[in-house]
């Protein structure tokens, strides 16, 4: 069943943000160490007086009110009926090709609201598409699952049950972190469906010897480091990044409950956290106050609240299928697109990606980072319109 949807945040919960806000006892620090050892003082300092004094969450409530929201019930195999919040927005145009966008984290719905009224107005531009956002469950306002083993194939359940309660029986989509991971997998297990993918993670293995012409190129630039500087300067990132930006990734893939803890009594806390992977994972965007306060209000109000969201990451490492397995996993049904960014959290060679099936187009980009849709709009629009448009490799589909 689908139902319209209102984003009501209770007023006792906004005020008490504020209360736990004034009441924030703040660390302090090694003079000098700049980004080096997390997000500085000041930043957290201003931040946290500026969504308790400043920040309007009701302004924000409004704009996300003024897209089309919706509830859904989707079946899950296992765990019942399970409520999807989602944003679907209509093309006036009859025949607009179906988009399914997959957010990750940190991000949520919200980083489609960019690209809704570019993808949704063909104009004379190319390509116009019917866009669907769902929060994943245990984001945004999709309520929390409880159970364990709601891992990767589950979440791939939920967003293409979805698309065929909307009417879509054949469909694409767009994503990147969880959201490169779920429409991978949704590739694997629903290639009659899902049709096409545009990526803007493509955390892709080096090539197997099973592909010998991928494999001895690979070889041969590995051993010789005839990197171009564009691969040159993405290996280097993603090996910085590896090396130190992913205690993250460890904690919420091993001891989530704990930190939970943290998250959901510590607004101050939640707020560092979310705002060290903004700014360490974007090409130097202009963060406004006001958007990363919103950015971490979507997690401090969320329905399932805050701790909920890094549960993903304990399941997905060890469900039927598991992150660590689809950087290698070829598809062959779903046509690729994909881009390439610069302040990705992994940059490898481009021809790394071709080992994740039907590539048929690629775009590298000279700006941009993690949250492409947010920081780039334009990029990932102009993509999918290439991509789906008259002569792009996905026409048609």
């Keep these: 069943m689908i139902r319209d949807f209102k984003i009501e945040v209770p007023a006792e919960k906004i005020e008490r943000l504020k209360q736990k806000l004034a009441l924030t006892d703040l660390p302090?620090?090694?003079?000098?160490?700049?980004?080096?050892?997390?997000?500085?003082?000041?930043?957290?300092?201003?931040?946290?007086?500026?969504?308790?004094?400043?920040?309007?969450?009701?302004?924000?409530?409004r704009h996300l009110n003024s897209f089309p929201n919706y509830m859904a019930s989707i079946e899950v195999e296992g765990f019942g009926a399970v409520d999807v919040h989602f944003l679907h927005k209509q093309s006036a145009v009859k025949n607009a090709i179906p988009l399914l966008f997959v957010h990750g984290w940190p991000g949520s719905f919200i980083e489609v609201t960019k690209l809704l009224p570019l993808l949704t107005d063909n104009g004379a531009e190319g390509p116009s598409f019917h866009v669907v956002a769902p929060s994943l469950p245990n984001f945004g306002f999709s309520p929390a699952i409880k159970q364990p083993d709601f891992g990767i194939k589950q979440y791939s359940e939920v967003c293409h049950k979805l698309m065929l309660a909307l009417g879509y029986d054949q469909?694409?989509?767009?994503?990147?972190?969880?959201?490169?991971?779920?429409?991978?997998?949704?590739?694997?297990?629903?290639?009659?469906?899902?049709?096409?993918?545009?990526?803007?993670?493509?955390?892709?293995?080096?090539?197997?010897?099973?592909?010998?012409?991928?494999?001895?190129?690979?070889?041969?630039?590995?051993?010789?480091?005839?990197?171009?500087?564009?691969?040159?300067?993405?290996?280097?990132?993603?090996?910085?990044?590896?090396?130190?930006?992913?205690?993250?990734?460890?904690?919420?893939?091993?001891?989530?409950?704990?930190?939970?803890?943290?998250?959901?009594?510590?607004?101050?806390?939640?707020?560092?956290?979310?705002?060290?992977?903004?700014?360490?994972?974007?090409?130097?965007?202009?963060?406004?106050?006001?958007?990363?306060?919103?950015?971490?209000?979507?997690?401090?109000?969320?329905?399932?609240?805050?701790a909920a969201s890094v549960r993903i990451y304990f399941e997905a490492f060890r469900g039927e299928i598991t992150a660590g397995g689809i950087g290698a996993m070829w598809v062959p049904g779903v046509k690729l697109g994909l881009a390439y960014f610069p302040m990705e959290v992994v940059r490898v060679p481009r021809e790394w990606g071709y080992g994740l099936g039907p590539v048929v187009y690629v775009s590298e980009n000279e700006r941009g980072g993690h949250f492409a849709a947010w920081e780039v709009p334009e990029r990932v629009v102009g993509d999918l319109r290439v991509m789906f448009g008259k002569g792009g490799g996905a026409y048609g589909v």
């Design 28 to 61: 302090d620090e090694t003079e000098g160490v700049g980004w080096t050892r997390g997000a500085p003082l000041a930043d957290i300092a201003r931040l946290t007086q500026h969504w308790s004094t400043s920040y309007d969450w009701r302004a924000t409530e």
């Design 171 to 306: 469909y694409v989509s767009q994503g990147g972190d969880w959201g490169w991971i779920i429409t991978r997998a949704m590739g694997k297990l629903y290639p009659s469906h899902l049709l096409a993918s545009h990526l803007n993670l493509i955390g892709s293995a080096p090539p197997k010897p099973t592909s010998p012409l991928a494999f001895l190129t690979f070889l041969t630039k590995h051993l010789l480091n005839w990197y171009t500087p564009a691969e040159k300067a993405g290996l280097a990132r993603t090996a910085s990044i590896q090396a130190s930006g992913m205690g993250y990734l460890r904690l919420q893939s091993t001891k989530p409950q704990t930190l939970g803890y943290s998250l959901s009594d510590s607004p101050a806390g939640l707020l560092a956290w979310i705002y060290e992977k903004l700014h360490d994972w974007t090409d130097a965007y202009p963060w406004t106050d006001d958007e990363i306060c919103t950015w971490a209000s979507l997690y401090w109000f969320s329905a399932a609240g805050p």
